[in-house]
């Protein structure tokens, strides 16, 4: 049995029993194939826009005997599907600009699907506020971390929903932030204050300061000493 690393883990545990997953830019194929190894989906289908990692995932496949129930796709983003062809689509590992690209260049599958997980590696702010500003509903918002590193998974289905504009601390830290472990959210929290405090001393050192810029970065700043007050209460 395939034994995943705490991001991917994360990522499986928020897929319910379904007929059929897209794992788009697919990795290796580990995702896929451990959700098939315990019956949570009964067929996958694996895209990337190159070879190599569809290679590499053909190669897990017929390690563990589950090729011919998964169907390889060389192709960009969410193109490769047809709407409703895969109730859950999963687009992790990405930049978050990207990820809201594919979303864009193919809304009418993303909109179709029951709900997808997304994971993006950076701009995490970026992708909640296309969410929320394009009619999808974050269902869920998990935080992990896994080799001093941060990983956010978004659990989202689209339901034509009125523009929503969220305030640069939820963009930041999640609208869900409360449901986190409080010991993983204060970590985290931490480490944005300290980067945030390091931009605000930048922008200050500069030969023309930018004001308004720093005044903004000081009310993230007292926004997030909040939140770790709340975290260790």
């Known amino acids: 049995m395939i034994n995943l690393p705490d991001r991917l883990k994360a990522i499986a545990n928020s897929i319910e029993p379904v007929s059929v997953v897209a794992d788009i830019g697919t990795d290796h194929g580990l995702l896929p194939v451990y959700l098939l190894q315990r019956g949570i989906v009964s067929r996958a289908i694996l895209s990337d826009v190159n070879q190599d990692p569809l290679d590499k995932a053909k190669k897990t496949a017929e390690n563990y005997g589950f090729t011919e129930r998964i169907d390889f796709r060389l192709g960009d ?4 599907l047809a709407p409703t062809e895969a109730p859950v689509i999963v687009i992790a590992g990405m930049g978050g600009i990207l990820i809201n690209s594919l979303l864009q260049s193919a809304s009418s599958v993303a909109k179709k699907a029951e709900y997808l997980i997304l994971q993006p590696m950076q701009a995490v702010p970026e992708v909640r506020r296309f969410l929320l500003m394009n009619g999808y509903q974050i269902l869920s918002d998990q935080m992990v971390k896994e080799k001093n590193h941060f990983y956010h998974i978004l659990k989202v289905t689209y339901q034509e929903l009125k523009p929503v504009t969220i305030s640069p601390l939820e963009s930041l830290i999640g609208l869900y932030w409360k449901d986190n472990s409080p010991e993983l959210m204060t970590e985290f929290v931490k480490e944005q204050l300290q980067r ?3 931009k605000q001393a930048g922008l200050s050192k ?3 300061p930018d004001k308004m810029h ?8 007292n926004e997030l000493k909040e939140v770790v ?3 260790q209460q």
């Not at 983003?77 to 490769?80: A, D, F, H, I, Y």
């Open 214 to 221: 720093i005044q903004k970065c000081q009310e993230i700043i």
């Open 206 to 208: 500069s030969a023309n």
């Open 77 to 80: 983003g969410l193109l490769v």
């Open 229 to 231: 007050k709340w975290l």
């Open 196 to 198: 945030y405090q390091k």
